[in-house]
């Protein structure tokens, strides 16, 4: 058991709750990026020292930075407001029953299997070196794939945003 | 396995995992609801990276790679999409939207 490990665990965990219960949009965006930043100390705790380093300059350094430039885009005052009622009846039991049941499935999953010992690692595991053979050599067409959903997400937004200023 | 056993790492995945997911299914602002399916990607990335330790390749981070491209691409056109929902019916609650029509 390593402290460090456990704290991050930990951290993930109460910043998760948060983002889920925190009531000001705002407070959600930087309980998810606490919940990277621990979650990025638990990859580099796993030896994949260059995701855990991705994790913290691309997820909670650029992903985040856009979610909290469109909270204060649309206002953090009036987004806070979400109705007090669901239109359908019963929604938060039953959705709160529904994680908990997908829950009790994954831990009885989890729980049931034994694993071996870990492999033994070759030299240089994790580091940008071994990813970028994995990613080069043996992967290229995830790296061909990834490109390509990134053209098409960024021609995506142009269009979505582009066609509605169009019209006036 | 590095700090706690390996059945610490899964169990941790799934709790992240159920978490996210009850923000999806219980909260009504779409930007929450965005935010918790960020959650539900990094226990995702957490397990495969889990795995990619305890089996020593480097599969797992290519795949967990995969998913921070694949979560940045989902995360602009989401935002995008919430935008445009706010320009055209000021909406704080996906209720509001449910008929799906401009």
Redesign the interface.
Known sequence: MNWVVLVAAALALVSAVTVVRARIPVHSVLALVLNLISLAALFIALDAEFMGLVQVIVYAGAVMVMFLFVVSLLGARREAIEREMSLLPGQEGLGALAALLLLAALLLAVLRQAYPAPAALFAGFGTVRAFGAALFYEHVLVLQFAALLLMVAVVGVVVLIARRDQGR | ????P???????S??????????V?????P??M???I??MW?AA??LF??F?????T??G??????I??????????G??????I???R?A??V?DV?ALRG
């Open positions: 396995m590095p700090g706690m390996i059945h610490g790492y899964l169990v941790l799934a709790i992240l995992f159920v978490i996210g997911l009850a923000g299914l219980v909260r009504r602002s930007l929450v965005l935010m918790s960020e959650l990094g990335a957490l990276l889990t990619a330790r305890q089996w020593g480097m599969a981070h290519v795949f967990s790679f995969l921070i491209v694949v979560g940045a691409a989902e995360a602009a056109i935002l995008a999409l919430i935008v445009l706010f320009r055209t000021d704080a609650d209720d449910r």
